[in-house]
Nanobody
């Protein structure tokens, strides 16, 4: 019913910047909270940042002051601006969204994930 597609990953040197984007499409009635998670090799997936429909944000301590999450509700898109990147930020970054969508004349709410985009930070 709903698809999330991430873009913007790549290879960057330590201290550099990247901007990730995640666009949602489908029979969307409303997008509630959105967020970014990451999974480094051999580690569990962890929360990076979240943003509510009203714009309230939350960050994991390790990225506080370096990463900024934002969203464009008109474009159903969430962004993650990543500055001062460190090698330990290397991971696959996943977009997540809590979406209310139309089906058969009714609305339903489900949690959706993108397929991920790889961010590699070299030292």
């Amino acid at each position: 019913q709903v698809q999330l597609v991430e873009s913007g990953g790549g290879l960057v040197q330590a201290g550099g910047s990247l901007r990730l984007s995640c666009a949602a499409s489908g029979r969307i009635f409303r997008i509630n909270a959105m967020g970014w998670y990451r999974q480094a090799p051999g580690k569990q997936r962890e929360l990076v940042a979240t943003i509510t429909s009203g714009g309230s944000t939350n960050y994991v301590d390790s990225v506080m002051g370096r990463f900024t999450i934002s969203r464009d509700n008109g474009k159903n898109t969430v962004y993650l601006q990543m500055n001062s990147l460190k090698p330990e930020d290397t991971a696959v970054y996943y977009c997540n969204a809590d979406v209310t969508y139309w089906r058969g004349g009714y609305t339903y709410t489900d949690d959706y994930w993108g397929k991920g985009t790889l961010v590699t930070v070299s030292s």
